[in-house]
T-cell receptor, first 116, second 113 residues
């Protein structure tokens, strides 16, 4: 089944304890992206990647890191989490966005992160 | 930067009735793409409908249709014959030709039996 898989789905952690949220897609998509969803703000882009070894900042990159060493994986790293990073996180992917069909994002199921 | 505005934080509709969710956006681009995504309680983001800005014809997908007014920068979603399963948060989204993607704050739709 074509999908975007995120793990963990739920995580409670403490301030300063490094964590990684994994994201993997099995659709051979070039484009991958991370969003955070907060009430009243919709989804805001954290980082995105147009292809392997190519990553760019989105609107809210502070406090996050990403890497794209393989086409299928795009992990989100919080080196030193803080309470303001408590949020619902979504990974998404799409085919080459230069193509019309590449404009549609496929989302993962979301990861609820709580930082105490 | 482009912005997307959903002015209705909450809407409700009676089952089998029709409801329209509003969305406006701000852009100086001529080529772009618009989407409506549905987020049910499961939190999964599901594509409902999409519209290419260069197409004048409004997109339709079964009971879902849009009213795309390019000059007014408006992209409303009409849900006909509303069903209980339509209850969800709906997000309007804009994607520019250079792949900048923006989401609105969402509209929570309640469907009353």
């Amino acid at each position: 089944e074509a999908q975007v898989t995120q793990n963990p789905r739920y995580l409670i952690t403490v301030t300063g304890k490094k964590l990684t949220v994994t994201c993997s897609q099995n659709m051979n998509h070039e484009y991958m992206s991370w969003y955070r969803q907060d009430p009243g703000l919709g989804l805001r882009q954290i980082y995105y990647s147009m292809n392997v070894e190519v990553t760019d900042k989105g609107d809210v990159p502070e406090g996050y890191k990403v890497s794209r060493k393989e086409k299928r994986n795009f992990p989100l790293i919080l080196e030193s989490p803080s309470p303001n990073q408590t949020s619902l996180y979504f990974c998404a992917s799409s085919p080459d966005p230069r193509l019309i069909q590449g404009r549609v994002l496929t989302f993962g199921a979301g990861s609820r992160l709580t930082v105490l | 930067a482009q912005t997307v505005t959903q002015s209705q934080p909450e809407m409700s509709v009676q089952e089998a009735e029709t409801v329209t969710l509003s969305c406006t956006y701000d852009t100086s681009e001529s080529d772009y793409y618009l989407f409506w995504y549905k987020q049910p309680p499961s939190r999964q983001m599901i594509l409902v409908i999409r519209q290419e800005a260069y197409k004048q014809q409004n997109a339709t997908e079964n009971r879902f249709s849009v009213n795309f007014q390019k000059a007014a920068k408006s992209f409303s979603l009409k849900i006909s014959d509303s069903q209980l399963g339509d209850a969800a948060m709906y997000f309007c989204a804009y994607r520019s030709d250079d792949n900048d993607m923006r989401f609105g704050a969402g509209t929570r739709l309640t469907v009353k039996p």
